[in-house]
């Protein structure tokens, strides 16, 4: 009997930068180390990181953009994601046939091509929903005119109806989704940690000794500083910290579209307790997320259920506690007990307060550096893989007892 095969369709897959690309590539490694046969289609190029046994084709297209290109013109990344979101269905189409069709978010609205794509390989359908689009759209800077917002809506709900099943990465998305699809198509599988990131020990660190950290309490944002992330209370507390704690170091690691604003504010505010680096290569992350003794992550209200950031995972994955300014719904927030603490986005007089907190707490800061470690060891890619294996599988058995594979069907669920 031939092997169980996967299709994966999603814009970016290493070295291109963006976590889902990383996400497929956890994902597929571990699916092949199973028994899977596993293709993924991405945008673009060059050349692919892929896992041995991991099929990569790519568009041929232009490399995805990155933030900086996308930060000068919303316009122009709307194209360039359609342009994209064409490449991607038309090679996925023209591929051998596979028993699993999954699409992701990257590029926004790819949901809908998805039971177009699975119809043509008499495939079951994924749906893997990083981000919910195109509600998230707003909130990223992108405002279409309302009548196409309302279109775009409707489309998009049908498309998922018409998935076999939607993966959602958090049970505050998960709510959202339920609202146009049925909650029993919908599984939670959340998002794990990088596998490269692991606690390094302080002293030994070659990120602090590099960047000069010394034994100063070390505070760390690292990661997409986007429109979906507000920095104006980090930069807040920020100041009240240089006022009273000018010892406590703040270090921004990271690029996206709100980079250029926060590094405008540092130097007109002089904050000399604030630095802003480049985004790490992903194989010095465990060095770069453990050089802090406490990290930051930021969520706009607005994206509740939309999206669950990934920066809180990385820090407990170091080993680390985090100060997460989000709303109280997210799964963000619920992943945070005994590691952390949830604040409201705007409230940095509370952060400079937790910060000041944790510095001069060694004892506590150290035990929910191990908690943190402990709630990101109990969730990992091997569990996750096994999860969404069993699921693909189930829907894959189930389409070959309950109709026959027929490549030309025009719709998957007619």
Known sequence: MDSPSILFVNRVFPPDKGATGRCVSDLAERMVAMGWRVTVVADGCGPSNAPPGVIVRRTGGESPSDE???????????????????????????LPRHDVVVTMTDP?????????????????S???????FPALLPVLGIRLPEPLMRMTERASVRALRRHDAVVAIGRCMAGRLAAGVGAER??????????????VPRAENPFRLEHGLGNRFTVAYSGNMGLAHPMDAVLDAATLLARSDSAIEIVLIGEGRRRAAVAEAVERRGLANVR????????RLAESLSAADLHLATMDPRAEGLLVPSKVVGALAAGRPCLFLGPSGSDAAAMLEGCGQRLAP??????????????????????????????ASSWDAMAAARRFTALADTLRQTRLRGASVLPGRSLPHA
């Open 276 to 283: 802003l680096l480049p985004l790490q290569p992903p194989d």
């Open 126 to 132: 994924i749906h893997w929903s990083q981000d919910v």
């Open 68 to 94: 900086r290109a996308a930060s000068r013109d919303a316009r122009l990344t709307t194209r360039g994601y359609l342009a994209a979101a064409v490449r991607l269905i038309q090679r996925a189409l023209r």
């Open 186 to 199: 919908i599984t939670v599988l959340p998002n794990w940690p990088d596998p490269r990131i692991r606690p």
């Open 108 to 124: 926004p609205l790819l949901a809908c091509a998805g039971p177009l794509i699975a119809a043509r390989h008499g495939a079951a």
């Open 346 to 375: 705007d409230d940095a007089a509370g952060l400079a307060t937790a910060i000041r907190r944790y510095a001069q707490d060694p004892v506590l800061c150290a035990g929910h550096g191990a908690r943190a470690l402990a709630v």
